[in-house]
């Protein structure tokens, strides 16, 4: 650990009447940030933890799957969901629900999802090139919420010749969002290349009433720090850098209360996180074999610049019980220490820029063509969206 420094502390985040101790929140990522993976982030640090995506038609229809991503466990205090949804009536449905029944005591919608299978319906990022909808969508989720903040996350746009985030951003803001947050990149770029910080500092200062949040490429504590000051954001979304590094959230919380304090984990602590998160997997899904078969997929974040051999990895990538993986734990020296750069930066994938999935005439006009309508109905087929 280092020395705490003279940093100036960042102020609190307001959403609505949830007052964060610092301005960060968790990104939400499809089969990433279910209840087990939010409660270790806790355990490491303060900010808003949100839930997977979840489709509004599958929660209006009460399906399992949908009915097991919205519940939260007695330590999350703060319940926030995230929803998906391309049909205003159902999504303010979904928001009634989730509002009458105390199940949520914040929902974010989902504008910024790149993934082929969701924006060639229509849905994702691709929708808020359809003025009228969007504006629809979000007017009635708000009016639908109440006092419960209702908060929106999109991208840029769909690539760089359409552009979409300064009059969504707008539209948004009058209809009562409690904050906005911006992916700086565009579905295009997927995940790839350099997020565009300057896209915050644009909407940061079109949008005057409501707070601002930037996402993309917040690899570490100085990373959040660097993109308030750059771009005057509000505060901070935190995604892919958290893959595998929940303490990532301590640093966070460090440095914006002033402090350069960093975790420097040796290897014994990470495989203590690893198993950890494993036993919060077995307890969500109600089962040690489904648990291990999930936290097969984060052998390689965690123990990203370790010295962790192939056919470890390969065994961890493999593991059916805890005490599979108590054994496989226990091969490793825990004393080695923090690999330093090897350990950091980019993680998860990026995948290459492309042109993005569309339905036939998308971009013809801004709004909703009859044809159109049907294609956003089967949108809301799956009950995450990615």
Known sequence: MTA???????????????????????????????????????????????????????????????????????????????????????????????????????????????????????????????????????????????????????????????????????????????????HARTAAEFYSGQADWSAIAKLKETITSTPVLGNGDIWSADDALRMVAETGCDGVVVGRGCLGRPWLFGDLAAAFRGESVKAEPNLGQVADAFRRHAELLAEFFDSEERGCRDIRKHVAWYFKGYPVGGELRAKLATVESLASLDDLLGTLDPDVAYPGEGAEGPRGRAGTPKRPALPDGWLDSQELVGAERGTLVEAELDTSGG
């Open 4 to 182: 705490p420094s003279t940093l100036s502390p960042a102020p609190q985040l307001s959403i609505g009447p949830i007052e964060l101790e610092v301005p960060v929140v968790l990104a939400p990522m499809a089969g990433i940030t279910n209840t087990a993976f939010r409660r270790l982030c806790r355990e490491f640090g303060a900010g808003l933890y949100v839930s997977e995506m979840i489709t509004s038609r599958a929660l209006v229809e009460r399906t399992p799957e949908s009915m097991r991503l919205i519940t939260h466990h007695e330590s999350e205090t703060t319940r926030s969901i995230q929803l998906y949804g391309v049909d205003p009536k159902t999504v303010a449905e979904a928001v009634t629900m989730l509002v009458a029944e105390d199940r949520a005591d914040h929902i974010d919608l989902n504008f910024g999802c790149p993934v082929p299978k969701v924006t060639r319906k229509g849905g994702g990022a691709a929708l808020p090139w359809k003025i009228g909808l969007f504006r629809s969508i979000v007017e009635g989720a708000v009016k639908a919420a109440g006092d419960v903040p209702l908060t929106v996350k999109m991208r840029k746009g769909i690539d760089s010749d359409y552009l979409t985030y300064l009059e969504a951003g707008r539209i948004a803001e009058g209809a009562g969002a409690a904050s906005i947050a911006l």
